[in-house]
């Protein structure tokens, strides 16, 4: 369930959903395709899963999205960490922030990562909603597939993902890490930042 399309029309480009309260009166008359298999796409928006884009009834051609499904609690996830990067204080000031932000390793695998962020600087960032379950190796595979194109990963743990074993393994082996808690009623993004030396500098907890 993406929250990105390409315009296929005159405005062409990348849409993300968020960017519109209400998106279906907004896109209406637009040519949205698929930005990995280019099929056609569609609004969904409700009062209940996060406005988000969906391939056409029928469409069975093979996709990433079709391939990686996300739940409603990820794409719940993924707002939160989107608002918080755009709340002030910005965490990484002012930077490039792109949503569903395509990568090949070198090894030839795809990736979309949640949120991409570029500083300044030129420092480049993957933030990553990891709520399921994955083991530490599938966490230093993942690592390893960002830092071969120059990119350092943030996880955001959150649900079951977010334990002791996880939290001290992102500490040890990144930059910094994140949590991310879906509720009902509330979300909430809480980051911890590291110096140089792998200690913790700063912590903050923005509720969203």
Not at 179 to 196: E, K, L, P, Q, W
Request: glycine share 6%.
């Amino acid at each position: 369930m993406p929250f990105v399309a390409l315009r296929d029309d005159e405005q062409a480009g990348r849409v993300y959903i968020g960017d519109y309260d209400d998106p279906r009166q907004a896109l209406a008359g637009a040519t949205l395709i698929c930005p990995d298999c280019r099929m056609p796409m569609i609004v969904k928006q409700g009062a209940v899963v996060c406005h988000h884009f969906a391939h056409k009834a029928g469409d069975k051609k093979p996709c990433y999205w079709r391939e990686h499904s996300e739940s409603p609690e990820h794409l719940l996830a993924k707002r939160a960490i989107i608002e918080y990067l755009n709340n002030e204080p910005k965490p990484f000031g002012n930077c490039v922030i792109e949503v569903e932000y395509p990568i090949v390793t070198p090894g030839g695998k795809k990736r979309y990562i949640d949120v991409y962020v570029e500083t300044e600087d030129g420092d480049r960032f993957a933030c990553e909603a990891q709520l399921s379950r994955q083991s530490l190796a599938e966490f230093a595979t993942r690592t390893a597939d960002y830092r071969a194109v120059d990119i350092e990963p943030i996880w955001f743990l959150g649900g079951e993902t977010r334990t002791n074993e996880n939290e001290v393994w992102c500490e040890r082996n990144c930059y910094c890490y994140g949590a991310v808690s879906i509720g009902s009623f509330s979300r909430h993004v809480d980051t911890a930042h590291f110096n140089s030396n792998g200690r913790i500098t700063t912590r903050t907890e923005s509720r969203i």
